[in-house]
């Protein structure tokens, strides 16, 4: 059950184990007790996302096809390790992760993973809609390096939102980690294409997917960046950052496309019993003067020399 404030260190194995099965889906999980209990696990989630730390337990955590088929989770979790070691093997790919180790698997494919109690890790626990909205490819598990670049910085971050977790709102935490979803995205971009050539392909397929979405809902007058991004699954800053390298703005890409759909609208007949104004509204903007000043800035002419161009050709 989703509570966004839900937290606390868990008393008894028994707990322990039915904390660590509503996280992380249905599974079969071994605890072996080496002494008094001494189980830490803290966690906090939102509606989207979820950041838990896990410690001081000696575990072995099978999630096979039947626990999938009786409890889906279309989630992915990114496992950042810092103290010990464990052993995790999904699909071919079997390996031990350590600090410095960032390591992203599927929650919907048979997981085994197994460590002693001095391992401690953090996992955020991500939406599988969203890592393959940004890289449709997203399948195997996949291992990073976190101890320089993009993986170090990927790493600190998930760390710093575990430590800070409590002083965030839930708008805050989710703004965060779609942020940072975007570099994961791009970590598993570049370890896939091991070239600087990676980013580039991923920037001019993400500025076509807005400039299509723009162009569609132009005439939507509450279109914006932050309802784009939520739509195709990126962060706002990172669709600002790709329309500034192709040089351009939200705004402006905006404008822009209501101005063509304007356009349009007054040099065809069907329109011909809507005024000005009537096309204005209907193409997305608010105000009739701005739509004039910026239809002129445009092209040149004004929307009433526009439709009177058509009117007298026809």
């Known amino acids: 059950m989703y509570r966004w404030n839900e937290r606390g260190l868990i008393p008894t194995p028994r707990a322990w184990r039915e904390a660590f099965i509503d996280l992380h889906g249905e599974s079969r999980v071994t605890l072996t007790d080496a002494g008094p209990w001494a189980g830490r696990l803290e966690w906090q989630r939102s509606r989207s996302y979820g950041i838990a730390l896990c410690s001081n337990v000696r575990e072995e955590f099978v999630r096979e096809q039947r626990h999938i088929r009786t409890d889906p989770r279309g989630a992915f979790e990114l496992l950042v390790p810092t103290a010990g070691s464990a052993q995790v093997e999904q699909a071919a790919a079997a390996g031990e992760i350590r600090p ?3 390591a992203l698997c599927d929650v919907d494919r048979p997981l085994t993973f197994t460590h002693d109690e001095e391992f401690q890790s953090v996992a955020l626990i991500v939406p599988g809609e969203a890592i393959y909205r940004r890289n449709p490819a997203a399948r195997d598990p996949q291992a990073f390096d ?7 910085l990927i790493r ?9 977790r409590e002083h965030f709102s ?3 935490f989710n703004i965060a980690c779609d942020q940072l979803l975007d570099l994961l995205c791009l970590l598993c971009l570049l370890a896939e294409g091991a070239s600087d050539s990676a980013p580039a392909a991923q920037r001019r397929e ?13 005439a939507d007058p509450d279109l914006s960046i932050t309802g784009i991004a939520r739509v195709l699954g990126w962060s706002p800053r990172y669709l600002q950052d790709v329309l500034q390298a192709a040089g351009t703005t939200s705004r402006d890409l ?4 209501r101005l063509r759909l304007a356009r349009t609208r007054l040099a065809s007949s069907t329109w011909d019993n809507r005024s ?4 204005a509204h209907a ?4 105000s009739h003067a701005s739509f004039a000043t910026a239809y002129r800035r445009e092209f040149g002419v004004t929307p009433r020399e526009t439709r009177g161009d058509r009117r007298g050709e026809s």
Do not use: K
């Open 254 to 257: 905006i404008r822009a496309e």
């Open 283 to 286: 193409s997305g903007f608010a």
């Open 276 to 279: 000005i104004a009537q096309i």
């Open 146 to 152: 976190g101890t320089a670049g993009l993986g170090r």
């Open 170 to 172: 839930e708008a805050t």
């Open 100 to 102: 410095g180790t960032l």
């Open 156 to 164: 600190q971050t998930v760390l710093t939102l575990q430590q800070e």
């Open 206 to 218: 993400v500025e076509a997917q807005v400039r299509q979405y723009v162009r569609r809902h132009a």
